[in-house]
């Protein structure tokens, strides 16, 4: 099996922004919020173009000091996002997103960068900062479709505990969904850039399923903390 993965060219990486540019156009055609899409996949672009070149650094260093401070970012970042369509009572419910992120996706690090994989050591960067990536983003995805039903649903009068049970069936949907869908529709993201470089299909599946027990983990424990504060912060604005 060739071990090695195609190198793509920044002139044949143009060739993917095709697609793009027709998904603008048809926004604009429809005088749908155009800007803001193309205003996100400018900062997609910028981004993954500026962390290629950090993580190089990072993947080099051997300090957990280092990683520490980037996994923080990363959790202050992924909080503050998870709530962007959310504007009452939004520094509270920083305070939760954050608690919660930091909860659900961060006990579902450890078990899996401690228990499964071993790390040695245990910051290992090539390891420590992608999986702390995908579960991170992840449980920022599921609080915020949770915390958009939830407070949907109350303006709607709908009682607390039953806007919370709707709140975290509509946050679990895309990753059941997924899980519904992987191997039988797709053939996801580690598993595929792992079988293009190479490893054994097998062994990949294996990295597959983890990733998957991963984020759902994440992704629920997250969710429920997440939803399980916001009960207390209803109770006070129903006080006021």
Not at 212 to 226: E, K, L, R, W
Request: proline share 3%.
């Amino acid at each position: 099996m060739n071990n090695t993965i195609q190198t793509i060219s920044l002139l044949h990486l143009t060739i993917a922004f095709i697609p793009v540019a027709v998904i603008l156009a048809i926004l604009f055609k429809w005088s749908l919020n155009t800007g803001s899409a193309f205003y996100a996949v400018s900062r997609m672009l910028g981004q993954l173009l500026l962390v290629g070149y950090f993580l190089t650094s990072i993947f080099e260093s051997d300090n957990a000091l280092i990683i520490m401070i980037i996994l923080t970012v990363m959790l202050l970042s992924s909080s503050w996002i998870a709530l962007r369509m959310v504007k009452a009572q939004r520094r509270i419910l920083f305070r939760n997103a954050f608690f919660s992120i930091a909860l659900g996706g961060g006990s579902v690090l450890f078990i899996i960068t401690q228990w499964v994989l071993n790390l040695d050591p245990w910051y290992f960067p090539r390891y420590m900062v992608p999986l702390a990536g995908m579960i991170f983003s992840n449980s920022m995805n599921s609080i915020s479709l949770a915390a958009e039903r939830l407070y949907a649903e109350l303006e709607r009068d709908v009682p607390f505990l039953e806007a919370r049970k709707i709140a975290l069936q509509a946050a679990l949907i895309p990753i059941v969904n997924s899980l519904f869908a992987v191997g039988l529709v797709s053939i996801p993201g580690m598993m595929t850039g792992q079988i293009l470089s190479g490893v054994s299909p097998l062994i990949a599946a294996r990295y597959q399923i983890m990733v998957m027990c991963m984020i759902f983990g994440a992704a629920g424990i997250s969710a429920a903390c997440f939803l399980w504060l916001a009960q207390g912060v209803q109770a006070v604005k129903s006080r006021d």
